[in-house]
């Protein structure tokens, strides 16, 4: 299964970025106003899942958090602090450099790793995430795979996409990319999942899709959660 799921001119694409990951100003930026979306969708589907008291401050205490794809750690860290033990694991060194150094500055502990995910061994997580990850797979069935063999028993899964849109298109690539507000090269648009195609990857993977939510913007609400899923989606997974 070597390099099943890399695809070494993405990674490098994402390597290039990693100094600036942290920067909310910077190449990352669409990133940071996206965190806050993801997160407040992740934090209710975690609330959900294990009935959890949605005023508690560390609902994944005791829990194990793996973020796929985590760049630079934008989600690893808030996950920690919502207390889980948080494993992160990327195709680009430089964003595993980086996370850990940002990590460690902020007195977290966080145990970052480099390099393929069905290579890696990694299992018994209770929440597993992938967010803007599985359009830059090279096999998104290994790459769902993966996931599911890193999913404990009962645990929950939340992935994020694009969606293959004449919207995504004219917005993501023609628009923002040409824009400047996402660096150039970023987003392939024939490698956007719809969601009717994840919920049938992930039934090959073994797992239930949830409802998917859209990600959509609107100059008065900037990116926000959505009923309109023609952007961008979020969704939870679990097992049968």
Same mark, same amino acid.
């Given at each position: 299964?070597?390099? #099943?799921?890399?695809?070494?001119? &993405? ?13 909310? +100003? ?12 993801? !997160? ?11 009935s959890? %008291?949605?005023? /508690? ?9 793996? %973020? ?10 808030? !996950? +920690?602090?919502?207390? #889980?033990?948080?494993?992160?694991? %990327? ?5 595993? #450099? ?12 966080i %145990?970052?790793r ?17 967010? &803007?990850?599985?359009?830059?797979? +090279? ?7 993966a !996931? ?51 919920? &049938?990857?992930? /039934? ?11 990600i ?6 900037? !990116? ?17």
């Amino acid at each position: 299964m070597a390099n #099943a799921t890399i695809r070494p001119a &993405e990674a490098e694409h994402f390597g290039r970025l990693a100094a600036d990951w942290w920067n909310p +100003a910077g190449s990352s930026a669409m990133l940071h106003r996206l965190n806050p979306v993801r !997160l407040g969708f992740i934090r209710a589907a975690i609330d959900r899942h294990w009935s959890g %008291d949605s005023r /508690a401050l560390r609902p994944l205490a005791g829990k194990r958090a793996l %973020d796929v794809g985590c760049g630079a750690g934008l989600l690893c860290e808030p !996950l +920690a602090r919502l207390g #889980a033990e948080v494993t992160g694991v %990327d195709a680009a060194e430089e964003n595993i #450099a980086a996370a850990r150094t940002h990590a460690a500055g902020s007195g977290l502990a966080i %145990d970052y790793r480099h390099g393929e995910i069905g290579e890696i061994g990694l299992a018994g997580y209770d929440l597993v995430t992938a967010m &803007e990850v599985i359009e830059h797979v +090279a096999d998104k069935p290994a790459f769902l795979a993966a !996931l599911a063999g890193a999913l404990a028993p009962g645990g929950l899964m939340v992935l994020s996409c694009p969606n293959r849109t004449l919207s995504s298109r004219a917005l993501l690539v023609e628009g923002a990319e040409r824009l400047g507000a996402i660096p150039r090269g970023t987003h392939h648009w024939a490698d956007f999942v719809t969601p009717e195609e994840l919920r &049938e990857l992930l /039934a090959d993977a073994g797992l239930t899709m949830g409802e998917p939510q859209g990600i959509a913007w609107s100059p008065a609400k900037g !990116l926000h959660l959505s009923d309109n899923l023609a952007l961008n989606y979020i969704v939870t997974a679990v097992r049968p």
